[in-house]
């Protein structure tokens, strides 16, 4: 199976702050990668897949970039809203995995 | 809108069996790959399974960890999405997510809300 590592596990900001989350997968991905954020109590929502590419809706200041092993999720200008628990998933290989998970305080 | 919505989740005993619904609403199920995804607090997000479109026949694929005891199945009469699970152990306890399988790869979007199933004597 294709191992995600996720970093950090934890990151402290406030509103305003630039952040960014690193997710690294055990073998080359190509640009089989999606982003999710998870708030309490809720299901993840998909913002970024395709490595890059925004999902309808979500706010221009979440970017994503990177390719084969290395990735990158950026949050430009955090709001309120964005404290929740980001992961990654590898899109490219049966069985899919996840990242542990990053969560934003 | 497009939504997915499960329901069966309980308590069960070990070695006990379950079968959780997913109906989903917005969209044609039939065209889509649907699958299903577990969380748990210790082990974070979990790939389980997945049911392929009615142009591949709904073939299905598993985790490992669940092949030989778990079957996904569909009715679309009911737009609906089956996961039955036997000889459930107590590793298999989470919130089992429905999800739609995106048009262009394997990320996942919309979730269901979630189902909780807690195997426990």
């Known amino acids: 199976d294709i191992q995600m590592t996720q970093s950090p596990s934890s990151v402290s900001a406030s509103v305003g702050d630039r952040v960014t989350i690193t997710c690294r997968a055990s073998?080359?991905?190509?640009?089989?990668l999606a982003w999710y954020q998870q708030k309490p109590g809720k299901a993840p929502n998909l913002l970024i897949y395709?490595?890059?590419t925004l999902q309808s809706g979500v706010p221009s200041r979440f970017s994503g970039s990177g390719s084969g092993t290395e990735f990158t999720l950026t949050i430009s200008s955090l709001q309120p809203e964005d404290f929740a628990t980001y992961y990654c998933?590898?899109?490219?290989?049966?069985?899919?995995?996840f990242g542990q998970g990053t969560k934003l305080e | 809108e497009v939504q997915l919505v499960e329901s069966g989740g309980t308590l069960v005993q070990p070695g006990g069996s379950l079968r959780l619904s997913c109906t989903g609403s917005?969209?044609?199920?039939?065209?889509?790959?649907l699958d299903w995804v577990r969380q748990t607090p210790g082990k974070g997000l979990k790939w389980v399974g997945r049911?392929?479109?009615?142009?591949?026949?709904?073939?299905?694929e598993y985790a490992a960890s669940v092949k030989g005891r778990f079957i996904i199945s569909r009715d679309d009469s009911k737009n609906s999405l089956y996961l039955q699970m036997t000889s459930l152990k107590t590793e298999d306890t989470g919130v089992y997510y429905c999800?739609?399988?995106?048009?262009?790869?394997?990320?996942?979007?919309?979730w269901g809300q979630g189902t909780l199933v807690t195997v426990s004597s």
């Open positions: 999800v739609r399988v995106g048009d262009d790869g394997n990320w996942f979007d919309p």
């Open positions: 917005g969209f044609i199920l039939s065209d889509r790959y």
């Open positions: 049911s392929r479109n009615r142009a591949n026949s709904y073939s299905t």
């Open positions: 073998q080359d991905i190509i640009s089989w």
């Open positions: 395709a490595a890059s």
């Open positions: 998933q590898q899109a490219k290989t049966l069985p899919f995995t």
